[in-house]
């Protein structure tokens, strides 16, 4: 079983960036498929992304392809999602989850493990 603490969110300003952490404890992160999501006001919880064991694959939604970036340093045991150019519709608390069988995945309902979140806020 893994732990996931979420950190790093906070209040930027539209057009700025923000990168947000991912540390697991309870196994190394290499066991896992990881993927971020995120709910914002009033919304369903949503896919932004996930990264493969070991970080040769990864997949975005649409909404976010070209300004987030998902990478992974497994000797940290650590994800992190870079948020550039951000927008007030990021607005949502970001969340990480894990999976430990292969394979990408988008659906909540695939992933095993979740954090908590940390709140991103962007003002406009």
């Known amino acids: 079983q893994v732990q996931l603490v979420e950190s790093g969110g906070g209040l930027v300003q539209a057009g700025g960036s923000l990168r947000v952490s991912c540390a697991a404890s309870?196994?190394?992160?290499?066991?896992?498929?990881v993927g971020w999501f995120r709910q914002g006001p009033g919304k369903e919880r949503e896919f932004v992304a996930t990264i493969s064991r070991y970080g040769g694959f990864t997949s975005y939604a649409d909404s976010v392809k070209g300004r987030f970036t998902i990478s992974r340093d497994n000797a940290k045991n650590t994800v992190y999602l870079q948020m550039n150019s951000l927008k007030p519709e990021d607005t949502a608390m970001y969340y990480c989850?894990?999976?430990?069988?292969?394979?990408?995945?988008?659906?909540?309902?695939?992933?095993?493990?979740w954090g908590q979140g940390t709140q991103v806020t962007v003002s406009s």
């Open positions: 309870g196994r190394t992160t290499s066991g896992y498929v």
């Open positions: 989850a894990a999976r430990s069988w292969d394979g990408l995945a988008t659906g909540e309902y695939e992933y095993a493990y």
